[in-house]
């Protein structure tokens, strides 16, 4: 069971928008420790998405776009694209653990 | 352009021993932290350990601690990962890692393609 809590899977028609959650608690999120956020096509490497909570790297669409607010963060995903399928993951550090921490991942699907 | 090239993985018996490299190129690898992550079959991503880049700060996930050392050697641009009494919880593809921020809040910002270790009889 991870640290961070995301739903294992959400879905959405292309053009929608869908959202991620990503759930933590006082020693992580909450602990004003970043959230970022990886997209991870099965059989090859994850690549980072959003960094330090809202920042998108070079290259990187502007339909993606995160957040945080307390102890949870989320991501969200405008004009929802056959090539958005994979798997979404969120990612911090833990003060208590002193380690850093994924959440479970989720797995996007487009209709 | 920034390339980690993950190397060194295999089948190997319980309780035996592996070495993990990862050829980094393209960046000034002495001044970036670098990392291990892994992911099991059909699992999520576990972060595993990271050296700081000048090599003297290390720390690793309680899963692999005492049993598993990182190390780097900035004049050939190469970070490894010594695994020692592996388990068939091992088991999984390593990536290796280039990390930004501090060395208590980090992200991952390019990874290697990956290496598969198996740990079976």
């Known amino acids: 069971q991870s640290v961070l809590t995301q739903p294992p899977s959400v879905s959405g028609a292309p053009g929608q928008r869908v959202t991620i959650s990503c759930t933590g608690s006082r020693s992580n999120i909450g602990a004003d420790c970043d959230v970022h956020w990886y997209r991870q096509v099965p059989g090859t490497a994850p690549k980072l998405l959003i960094y330090?909570?809202?920042n998108r790297p070079s290259g990187v669409s502007d339909r993606f776009a995160g957040s945080k607010s307390g102890t949870s963060a989320s991501l969200a995903i405008t004009g929802l694209q056959a090539e958005d399928e994979a798997d979404y993951y969120c990612q911090s550090y833990d003060r208590s653990l002193s380690a850093s921490i994924f959440g479970g991942g989720t797995k996007l699907t487009v209709l | 352009q920034v390339q980690l090239v993950d190397s060194g993985g295999g089948v190997v018996q319980p309780g035996r021993s592996l070495r993990l490299s990862c050829a980094a190129s393209?960046?000034?690898?002495?001044?970036?932290?670098m990392h291990w992550v892994r992911q099991a079959p059909g699992k999520g991503l576990e972060w595993v350990a990271i050296?700081?880049?000048?090599?003297?700060?290390?720390d690793y996930a309680d899963s692999v601690k005492g049993r598993f050392t990182i190390s780097r050697d900035n004049s050939k641009n190469t970070v490894y990962l010594q695994m020692h009494s592996l388990r068939a919880e091992d088991t999984g593809v390593y990536y290796c890692v280039r990390g930004l921020g501090s060395y208590d809040d980090f992200w991952f910002d390019h990874w290697g393609q990956g290496t598969l270790v198996t740990v079976s009889s």
């Open positions: 393209g960046f000034g690898f002495s001044s970036y932290g």
């Open positions: 330090r909570n809202n």
């Open positions: 050296v700081w880049y000048g090599g003297s700060y290390k």
